[in-house]
């Protein structure tokens, strides 16, 4: 069964910072397009950023400059490092693999709160 668990929600005031975590297999980790989705109260999920096996990423332009994907190869985890956060960015945020180009999977999610 495929695993993907998030960590790393929480709250925060405009302008600061968090980290959130997706770790899952070597097997998911190798052969995926990971992604992190944002869904606000109300609407539905978007995509943030993506990442593939080999590193190439995929911004969203509302997160371009502030949020940064990365992944640990040693950890089979991929990273969202958001900076300068909005209360925009307000909402649940869920880790999607797109496995060997067929199956998905999907974290249970994790909140994150921007607010003074």
């Known amino acids: 069964q495929v695993q993907l668990e998030e960590s790393g929600g929480g709250s925060v005031q405009p302008g600061g910072s968090l980290r959130l975590s997706c770790a899952t297999s070597r097997e998911v980790f190798g052969s995926s397009v990971i992604a992190w989705y944002h869904q606000a109260p109300g609407n539905e999920r978007e995509l943030v950023e993506s990442i593939t096996s080999v590193g190439e990423t995929n911004y969203a332009d509302s997160v371009k400059g502030r949020f940064t994907i990365s992944g640990d190869y040693a950890k089979n985890t991929v990273y969202l490092q958001m900076d300068t956060l909005k209360p925009e960015d307000t909402g649940a945020y869920f880790c999607?693999?797109?496995?060997?180009?067929?199956?998905?999977?999907w974290g249970q999610g994790t909140q994150v709160t921007v607010s003074s």
């Open positions: 999607r693999a797109f496995m060997a180009g067929r199956y998905i999977y």
